[in-house]
């Protein structure tokens, strides 16, 4: 927990002396990445390049931390996951109370799973910060008990005292485990063999724990003597109220101060005398050793559940503010308060707003206030906030909280998908936030992309599952994987990029005389009908699939559609021309006709009179040579072609 209530700034020195000289600027690196690197403005427009000339300086990578994506920590992480989308399948009505009591006791059974697993890391771990982290979940329990009974699981008649004793006892245990560790060995004489035998019968008692400080003071070596006695019949006869027993609040109050005078009586008595021990337990029952009571409690909301306890049992909830006050002065005023006790405050006070906004400045990196505001949206506790009051409250605080907690969970790389459940059940921003964060997703193999892509599919995004798979395809492509690249290209059915990579396979056959991924082009299938480019790859694959098999009049008719459609790119014409050769120079009859040969003639002329030029074309003495060679075999094919086609028949 914080100190204040400010936020505790933390500075970072990046160990770069170039930023005394250019300066420093920074940009977004993903969801919760900022690189930070050297800025120099240039002094005038004529300048830029020189301003911007290459020096030595580094990229620093700035990265928010949170305890969160700690291994010991992440189980927490993924266990509420579970609590909180079955939360959001209660419908709101008459069991809804019930059953966010159940979600409220859930997050805090998990919350006491990752503090014992912290408990037994600190105690092997030289590192303190697991001691930290400990206190930070130790104080979120304690927090969000507190607002299970203020807000979940109200009693009726608005009676609080009876879960705040309880609330007490579960996170102040020290005195009760003592107790029976000595009740279980049932020694007499126990005052004199445990020096702290009256410390924790006077903490057993102002907790309200009466059945084993009456077992205590049943071993005390004076057990017989008439105080004792006495002692544990007004221990035995102490009223204790229950809502459901069927006794009004009047009448309990009447018998609680028939008690109290009885009590009064003896001691104005003296039958506690004999012993000085018991006589303070008997006056700190009846409000007269306010001081001595002080010195028995750690802190001043459990004086405060002490003091009420043997006061006013059947306080009001609007009440505790004005007792928490008085508490609060006794252990030193407000000055003295830490962030923990502020929010308890607030939540004493009723003040949610408050308590929220404080509660997210802890160090836990939103997980309390996103899943514990989310409880109370559930149970309707939420509309104690007057949105009238606070004009920048949103329609929902419960969304936006849930939101940001979910965009810090898709910045990590397991986590991520923990973060999409979160954003899905928020209707005004999950949509949106989903588009930004989504595709920031690092792309580190193949399955998570596929788990991206179907992700974006079953959330109707199919702009983003292109995306991605735009995104997946440049890396394969940067990779030199071009039939991964143009598997990605097929699933992004973008055309724009699908000529991209296809145009990148035919510059590699090209240049290399093979082709990547042969399975995957043989079998495009109708994946080709995506653009024109793809069309023309799957027939060029076709084509050499024909010529394989020794089909050459069908492989020079599809040679010839390849030419003649125009969805071949000039660039590639030559290729094409070059691939005529071995049929041109057929030793049978001619597999061109005359006017086959007349269509490679013209697209022979075209490219030696435009020049096509590419950055990846062969050298020009190459290209000389080759258009010198597919003339010469173009200029014999057609004279074979008139002979055969102008012989008389037989």
Not at 1 to 30: C, H, R, V
Not at 331 to 341: E, W
Not at 440 to 468: E, G, H, Y
């Given at each position: 927990?914080?100190?204040?209530?400010?936020?505790?700034?933390?500075?970072?020195?990046?160990?770069?002396?170039?930023?005394?000289?250019?300066?420093?600027?920074?940009?977004?690196?993903?969801?919760?990445?900022?690189?930070?690197?050297?800025?120099?403005?240039?002094?005038?427009?004529?300048?830029?390049?020189?301003?911007?000339?290459?020096?030595?300086?580094?990229?620093?990578?700035?990265?928010?931390?949170?305890?969160?994506?700690?291994?010991?920590?992440?189980?927490?992480?993924?266990?509420?996951?579970?609590?909180?989308?079955?939360?959001?399948?209660?419908?709101?009505?008459?069991?809804?109370?019930?059953?966010?009591?159940?979600?409220?006791?859930?997050?805090?059974?998990?919350?006491?799973?990752?503090?014992?697993?912290?408990?037994k890391v600190s105690k092997k771990s030289i590192n303190d910060f697991y001691k930290e982290y400990l206190a930070i979940f130790y104080n979120i329990e304690l927090i969000w008990h507190l607002t299970e009974i203020m807000f979940v699981n109200a009693l009726p008649g608005d009676i609080v005292l009876p879960h705040l004793q309880e609330w007490i006892r579960f996170h102040f245990p020290s005195g009760e485990m003592t107790a029976i560790r000595i009740l279980n060995k049932l020694e007499c004489d126990a005052d004199t063999k445990y020096t702290d035998y009256w410390n924790i019968v006077i903490t057993l008692i102002l907790q309200g724990n009466i059945e084993p400080a009456r077992g205590l003071l049943r071993l005390n070596s004076m057990a017989d003597s008439d105080a004792f006695i006495s002692a544990e019949e007004m221990l035995k006869t102490l009223p204790v109220y229950n809502v459901f027993g069927g006794l009004s609040v009047a009448d309990f109050n009447t018998r609680f101060a028939s008690w109290k005078n009885t009590l009064?009586?003896?001691?104005?008595?003296?039958?506690?005398?004999?012993?000085?021990?018991?006589?303070?337990?008997?006056?700190?029952?009846?409000?007269?050793?306010?001081?001595?009571?002080?010195?028995?409690?750690?802190?001043?909301?459990?004086?405060?559940?002490?003091?009420?306890?043997?006061?006013?049992?059947?306080?009001?909830?609007?009440?505790?503010?004005?007792?928490?006050?008085?508490?609060?002065?006794?252990?030193?005023?407000?000055?003295?308060?830490?962030?923990?006790?502020?929010?308890?405050?607030?939540?004493?006070?009723?003040?949610?707003?408050?308590?929220?906004?404080?509660?997210?400045?802890?160090?836990?990196?939103?997980?309390?206030?996103?899943?514990?505001?989310?409880?109370?949206?559930?149970?309707?506790?939420?509309?104690?906030?007057?949105?009238?009051?606070?004009?920048?409250?949103?329609?929902?605080?419960?969304?936006?909280?849930?939101?940001?907690?979910?965009?810090?969970?898709?910045?990590?790389?397991?986590?991520?998908?923990?973060?999409?459940?979160?954003?899905?059940?928020?209707?005004?921003?999950?949509?949106?936030?989903?588009?930004?964060?989504?595709?920031?997703?690092?792309?580190?193999?193949?399955?998570?992309?596929?788990?991206?892509?179907?992700?974006?599919?079953?959330?109707?995004?199919?702009?983003?599952?292109?995306?991605?798979?735009?995104?997946?395809?440049?890396?394969?492509?940067?990779?030199?994987?071009?039939?991964?690249?143009?598997?990605?290209?097929?699933?992004?059915?973008?055309?724009?990029?699908?000529?991209?990579?296809?145009?990148?396979?035919?510059?590699?056959?090209?240049?290399?005389?093979?082709?990547?991924?042969?399975?995957?082009?043989?079998?495009?299938?109708?994946?080709?009908?995506?653009?024109?480019?793809?069309?023309?790859?799957?027939?060029?694959?076709?084509?050499?699939?024909?010529?394989?098999?020794?089909?050459?009049?069908?492989?020079?008719?599809?040679?010839?559609?390849?030419?003649?459609?125009?969805?071949?790119?000039?660039?590639?014409?030559?290729?094409?021309?070059?691939?005529?050769?071995?049929?041109?120079?057929?030793?049978?009859?001619?597999?061109?006709?005359?006017?086959?040969?007349?269509?490679?003639?013209?697209?022979?002329?075209?490219?030696?009179?435009?020049?096509?030029?590419?950055?990846?074309?062969?050298?020009?003495?190459?290209?000389?040579?080759?258009?010198?060679?597919?003339?010469?075999?173009?200029?014999?094919?057609?004279?074979?072609?008139?002979?055969?086609?102008?012989?008389?028949?037989?």
């Open positions: 927990m914080e100190e204040s209530d400010d936020y505790n700034m933390q500075t970072t020195l990046l160990p770069e002396k170039t930023f005394e000289e250019a300066g420093i600027s920074a940009q977004w690196a993903g969801v919760n990445h900022i690189g930070v690197h050297t800025f120099k403005k240039p002094p005038c427009k004529d300048d830029v390049e020189s301003a911007l000339a290459p020096c030595e300086a580094k990229v620093y990578q700035l990265r928010q931390h949170s305890i969160l994506f700690d291994p010991i920590i992440r189980k927490l992480v993924n266990e509420a996951n579970g609590t909180f989308i079955a939360g959001q399948k209660v419908i709101s009505g008459s069991g809804a109370k019930q059953e966010a009591l159940k979600l409220s006791r859930q997050y805090r059974s998990v919350i006491r799973a990752c503090i014992e697993d912290l408990q009064k009586s003896r001691l104005n008595a003296r039958v506690f005398s004999s012993c000085n021990n018991l006589e303070l337990v008997m006056k700190m029952i009846l409000g007269e050793a306010a001081t001595e009571m002080k010195q028995h409690c750690s802190t001043w909301y459990e004086l405060m559940v002490s003091s009420l306890m043997y006061s006013e049992p059947t306080v009001k909830s609007f009440d505790l503010i004005y007792h928490a006050n008085k508490c609060i002065m006794q252990f030193g005023g407000t000055s003295h308060l830490t962030q923990l006790d502020h929010i308890i405050l607030s939540l004493l006070e009723c003040n949610l707003h408050d308590a929220i906004k404080k509660l997210q400045q802890t160090s836990d990196s939103g997980w309390a206030a996103a899943h514990l505001t989310n409880l109370l949206y559930i149970c309707a506790r939420l509309n104690v906030i007057d949105n009238k009051l606070i004009s920048d409250m949103p329609e929902r605080m419960d969304e936006w909280l849930v939101a940001d907690y979910a965009s810090l969970l898709m910045s990590h790389k397991s986590l991520w998908q923990a973060g999409l459940s979160y954003l899905d059940y928020c209707p005004t921003l999950g949509s949106a936030w989903l588009r930004l964060l989504l595709p920031r997703v690092p792309l580190t193999s193949q399955s998570r992309v596929n788990i991206i892509i179907q992700a974006a599919v079953d959330r109707n995004m199919l702009d983003i599952a292109a995306s991605v798979c735009k995104v997946a395809g440049m890396k394969e492509l940067r990779r030199r994987r071009l039939g991964q690249a143009l598997y990605w290209a097929l699933q992004s059915q973008d055309p724009g990029f699908a000529t991209f990579i296809a145009d990148n396979i035919l510059e590699y056959y090209a240049r290399e005389g093979v082709f990547s991924s042969v399975d995957l082009l043989d079998n495009l299938g109708s994946c080709m009908l995506v653009c024109d480019r793809l069309t023309f790859l799957g027939k060029y694959c076709e084509f050499h699939q024909v010529f394989s098999n020794g089909d050459l009049k069908k492989a020079a008719g599809l040679l010839i559609s390849l030419l003649e459609s125009k969805i071949s790119p000039k660039y590639f014409w030559l290729t094409l021309l070059t691939d005529s050769l071995p049929l041109l120079e057929s030793k049978e009859m001619p597999v061109f006709s005359y006017r086959d040969t007349v269509t490679l003639m013209v697209a022979l002329e075209e490219l030696e009179m435009e020049r096509v030029d590419h950055p990846r074309a062969p050298p020009l003495s190459t290209l000389k040579e080759k258009h010198r060679l597919v003339r010469m075999a173009l200029t014999q094919n057609l004279a074979r072609a008139t002979l055969y086609e102008n012989a008389p028949i037989a």
